[in-house]
């Protein structure tokens, strides 16, 4: 897995609006940590509540400011979510080529 590839496919994935090529990152039983918001999605069907509020609910779009890859299966992600001039985090953990959980966090 190229995971500059795959974080460039999920913030196009954001900015599209695509809900099914969004899920179609996630493992199915995949977590959502969002730390600015103190809340948990878990599965797919949780992922998906949480992207259609808070990315297509808000027409938020999304730019990578910088990618650290950590290892084979962990990678953490600043964006800026362009939207509302917000700076952003994710830090993804992979697993068979999607992500199997993540933290997010917005500043």
Do not use: C
Not at 78 to 103: L, R, W
Request: hydrophobic share 40%; aromatic share 16%; proline share 1%.
């Amino acid at each position: 897995m190229d995971i500059k590839i795959f974080v460039q496919e999920f913030i196009a994935a954001i900015n599209a609006y695509d809900t099914k090529k969004y899920l179609d990152l996630w493992q199915e039983d995949a977590v959502l940590e969002d730390k600015s918001i103190k809340q948990l999605y878990k599965s797919q069907e949780g992922v998906k509540k949480y992207f259609e509020k808070y990315f297509v609910g808000y027409k938020t779009q999304t730019r990578l400011i910088k990618l650290s890859i950590v290892n084979e299966q962990q990678a953490h992600v600043e964006v800026q979510f362009t939207s509302y001039n917000q700076p952003g985090t994710f830090d993804f953990v992979f697993k068979e080529g999607k992500i199997a959980s993540a933290v997010a966090d917005f500043k």
